[in-house]
C-alpha cells in the first residue's frame, strides 16, 4: 500500500496532511487505541476537527481511497 499512499500524498499532499504511523511503534499504538483499529493498514480521514469522516481497514484498491479524500475536499 505505501506506493499507493506516496502517490496519494503526491497528488493531495498540499491539500490534505497525510500522516504514517508504524504500528510496532509507541505512537502507532497510542493511534491504534485511540481509533480502535483492528489491524493494518488501516486508513482514517479525519476532517480539520478531528472528527472521523471514513476509514477503512485492510488492502484497498487507490481509487476507492482517492473518491474518499475527493468527498471532503472543497
Known amino acids: 500500500m505505501r506506493?499507493?499512499?506516496?502517490g496519494l500524498k503526491q497528488?493531495?499532499?498540499n491539500q490534505i496532511e497525510f500522516?504514517?504511523?508504524n504500528i510496532a511503534s509507541e505512537e502507532g499504538e497510542t493511534w491504534l487505541r485511540q481509533y480502535a483499529l483492528p489491524g493494518h493498514p488501516a486508513f482514517l480521514l479525519?476532517?480539520?476537527q478531528g472528527e472521523e469522516r471514513w476509514r477503512s481497514?485492510?488492502?484497498i484498491p487507490s481509487e476507492i481511497i482517492e473518491a474518499e479524500l475527493k468527498a471532503v475536499l472543497p
Do not use: Q
Not at 3 to 6: I, L, Q, R
Open 3 to 6: 506506493p499507493v499512499v506516496n
Open 11 to 13: 497528488d493531495y499532499g
Open 19 to 21: 500522516l504514517e504511523f
Open 46 to 48: 479525519l476532517d480539520s
Open 57 to 59: 481497514v485492510g488492502v
